[in-house]
């Protein structure tokens, strides 16, 4: 039995492949199969009087999604799907799939999130899976070769790492505890120890959104450097996403071709990125006619607009205090300001990597928290890093969905994650 991803190295030989079936068609005595074994596809070629009457008839009752085992003899041809066909001598049903929801015409957006479990099936979204696969690895690669310790950080935590009002709270035996927002408070415990971290895993927003950009349970990587600052940061992001496009570009484009995406955008990827000041990025905006007012955080909207002639992604930097999580550092050039970054992606997909220095004085921590009306007793270990050794130290959290969206074209959050967890969904 072979893959169909190696019938290249089978030209001219008999083998047997097993997969499903995509698709059927027939043209007189001659009928086509298009099978798919999960490492790529392949047309059957079936001629009637080449073959036993029993297994002209199986490959006629063929439904989509059938199981089956194909045997024939391999043969180039760069007109057939993957650039091989069989030319099939026999058809092994192994089982018969009942008629198929999924069908080559419009389906509405919730018959196909109701039948998610099958439409994972279909090329865009085999494509675009497979490109989050990849990006993913590349996560993973790019932060073991320069020496990053990955850290598992908790999911159910009884400290607010963004917002309180966007948290989903269970109970733990008797005490109240959150799924995580983020996993960054526990890699920067970690920093001191390895000197360079990163997490990666589901985190969880309980933000009542409706938006092409949003999901209630995403996947994010968060790394953390110590004796990094806020420019030291941004160089990193950049570098780090330059090479997940370089790769997606290197190693899937198959899957972008099947998406139509125009890579000639991605390929313009490279650092240095742009950077602009919060209060530049303001000024600009409003030129534009926007209503956005300094103090206040960029929506979507705004991101769109600021992006809206730009080729490369850009870092918005020194946000307003007041918009922005309690943890991040005091800008001593500008006391109403932090030392942090949002890096906008082109074409309209908003942000894809929000990063700061992190506050090291203890004193003004404290301050942030109890401004925060945060519970300090639940950051007591936290506030143990500025007791014990603190230093200056930076990171980032980069949204896998919203980065694959970008790097592949398409338009929603939902289709970048197999199983996605919406506001409305819940099924499959």
Request: glycine residues 8%; aromatic residues 10%.
């Amino acid at each position: 039995m072979i893959e169909i991803k190696k019938l290249g190295d089978h030209v001219g030989a008999e083998v047997t492949v097993t997969g499903w079936v995509e698709a059927t068609r027939g043209h007189g005595k001659v009928s086509f199969t298009v099978v798919r074994d999960g490492t790529g596809i392949v047309q059957g070629v079936l001629v009637k009087s080449q073959v036993d009457e029993a297994v002209w008839e199986i490959q006629q009752a063929l439904t989509q999604e059938s199981v089956v085992a194909l045997t024939g003899v391999v043969k180039a041809d760069d007109r057939a799907p993957g650039g091989y066909e069989l030319g099939v001598t026999r058809v092994a049903l192994v089982s018969q799939a009942e008629e198929y929801p999924i069908q080559p015409k419009e389906h509405g957006v919730e018959f196909l999130m109701d039948h998610r479990h099958l439409w994972l099936r279909s090329s865009l979204q085999r494509a675009v899976l497979r490109i989050r696969a990849e990006v993913e690895q590349a996560v993973h690669d790019f932060f073991y070769d320069r020496d990053f310790v990955r850290i598992d950080t908790p999911i159910l935590t009884g400290a607010i790492g963004e917002h309180a009002g966007t948290l989903f709270e269970t109970d733990y035996f008797g005490d109240p505890a959150y799924l995580a927002q983020t996993g960054q408070l526990y890699v920067e415990a970690a920093c001191p120890a390895f000197r360079r971290v990163y997490c990666f895993g589901p985190t969880f927003r309980a933000e009542k959104s409706k938006t092409r950009r949003h999901l209630t349970e995403f996947w994010m990587v968060e790394p953390e450097v110590a004796f990094a600052d806020s420019d030291d940061n941004m160089r990193l992001q950049e570098k780090f996403v330059s090479y997940l496009v370089a790769r997606a570009l290197e190693r899937c484009e198959d899957e972008l071709g099947v998406l139509e995406r125009d890579t000639s955008l991605l390929e313009k990827v490279k650092p240095p990125f742009p950077r602009i000041s919060y209060s530049d990025a303001v000024e600009e905006l409003q030129g534009k006619g926007s209503e956005v007012e300094w103090g206040q955080d960029l929506g979507a909207s705004d991101e769109t607009l600021l992006m809206e002639d730009r080729e490369l992604p850009l870092f918005v930097h020194d946000y307003p205090k007041g918009a922005k999580a309690f943890y991040m550092k005091e800008n001593p050039e500008d006391p109403r300001t932090v030392l942090c970054d949002d890096l906008l992606a082109p074409e309209g997909y908003g942000e894809i990597i929000g990063g700061s220095q992190r506050e090291d004085d203890l004193h003004r921590l404290q301050e942030r928290i109890r401004e925060e009306k945060l519970p300090e007793e639940a950051y007591a270990w936290y506030l143990d890093l500025r007791r014990y050794g603190t230093f200056p130290h930076s990171g980032f959290g980069l949204g896998i969905e919203r980065t694959v969206a970008w790097i592949s074209g398409r338009h929603h959050v939902r289709e970048m994650i197999p199983f996605p967890r919406l506001m409305n969904r819940l099924y499959p």
